[in-house]
């Protein structure tokens, strides 16, 4: 099982780009690049909740699922 970050899909549906997203959540760009393409071993919270705050995400599930196929 792993957990997969669905950034890159909010961010489409929001119309955001990373450099926008980074700006709004004060997060590297480069972080938000490494989330989108599921780069990161580590993920930290803080950083995650003030992304979320950011996109206004209520529900956690709308930016990670647990994927079952490996």
Known sequence: MKLVIKLKDVMKERGIT????????NV???????????????????????IAIALEIKDIS?????????
């Not at 590297?28 to 909740?49: F, P």
């Not at 709308?62 to 490996?70: A, G, I, R, S, V």
């Open 18 to 25: 990373q450099l926008q997203l980074a700006k709004m959540a």
């Open 28 to 50: 590297r760009q480069a972080a938000i690049s490494e989330l989108c393409r599921n780069a990161r071993e580590e993920v930290n919270l803080a950083m995650l909740t003030r």
């Open 62 to 70: 709308e930016l990670m699922q647990f994927d079952e196929t490996e």
